[in-house]
């Protein structure tokens, strides 16, 4: 995974609408999941930063906490392996999560537009980020263009990585509700004001435990239509490589905030902001 870089309207983020900077991609690097426990689970990895799409960047997400515990009732069929399976099954994820956080958004009087989405065979090129995802991600999130994609590989395309696939999905739409409450915009500013390497991997590590978090929300509220929790649980076995622990946190710190997540289904559990920084390891 590669560092957050601090540049106004940018935070692993570029500002490329804004013009305030040139949209110069900075991916962070994850590992692929297979079945076996000892592997490191993919998640985010890039996020870039549109100014001007943030509807109130003050607010820092303190209209958002005040939501109430996600809900919604979906249909997602749990996939049969293969490549047109698992992309409906992307889809159909993605759909509910469309549902989940526009009403969430609209309980508390925010204004929502859900992210655009990609699921690839292979990477693609996008208009402001350019080669998505970033190389060895399994998902980008460029707010340039307000798109997230995910990259399949083929053994990703089983049957028993759909709780991995689910949360990998969730996650990348979380940077996408970090953009529009203005979260993202705080973890710039906290970027730029950081003098040291290691306060701006604390930084990061807060906005991807959130990410990680806000992935629990929804799935509470999709947990009907969810492989059992044991399986999410899972993909967080094994050891992560120090230098991904620096900017994402410990396996067993992602999956807390994953877990705090899905047990209150509320956005309010996930201000990691405020999170002591033993916390966020």
Known sequence: ?????????????????AGETSPEPFPMRVAQWTATPSRTPP?????????????????????????PAAKASC???????GWTS????????????????ATEFEKVGMDFLPPLRRFVKRHE???VCGRMPADGAAGTYCGGTATYYVLLLPEDREAVAAAWVAEV????YGHRIQHLAGLMRRADEMTGQAGTRQ???????????????????ALH????????????????????????????????????????????????SCDTWSARPRDVT
């Open 221 to 268: 509220a999709m947990r009907k239509v969810m492989p059992p929790w044991s399986r999410f649980q899972d993909a967080f076995a094994g050891v992560s490589p120090p230098r991904w622990v620096r900017d994402h946190g410990r396996l067993a710190t992602r999956l807390r905030w994953l877990t705090k997540g899905f047990r209150s289904g509320r956005p309010g």
């Open 75 to 81: 249909d997602v069929r749990s996939p049969a392996g």
């Open 1 to 17: 995974m590669r560092r957050l870089l601090p540049v106004l309207g940018l935070l692993a983020l570029v500002a490329g609408c």
């Open 169 to 172: 999905v969730a996650h990348e």
């Open 43 to 67: 998640d985010a990895g890039f996020h870039l930063l549109a100014p001007d799409d943030e509807r109130d960047a003050a607010d820092s997400g303190s209209t958002l906490y005040t939501a």
């Open 125 to 127: 090129k996008d208009s």
């Open 86 to 101: 698992m992309k409906r099954y992307m889809e159909s994820v993605s759909d509910c999560l469309d549902v989940i956080w």
């Open 199 to 217: 306060e701006k991997d604390l930084v990061s590590r807060r906005l991807e435990l959130q990410a990680e978090c806000f992935s629990g929300v």
